[in-house]
């Protein structure tokens, strides 16, 4: 998958899966990434998911 640096020199984990209008899922504390897999991976059928 993909990292963005911000400007404070943090450094973001993203996934990016497929194409067309961006869709952005984003957890709070104490989740990971991974608990959205479902609903990106459902998403990303159509729609690009980030």
Known sequence: MHHVTTADQS???I???G???PVILMHG???L???????A???ANG???C
């Open 11 to 13: 450094k973001l984990y």
């Open 15 to 17: 996934k990016d899966w």
């Open 19 to 21: 194409t067309g209008r």
């Open 29 to 31: 504390w104490p989740l």
């Open 33 to 39: 990434a991974d608990s959205w897999d479902d609903q």
């Open 41 to 43: 991976m459902a998403t």
């Open 47 to 49: 729609l690009r998911c």
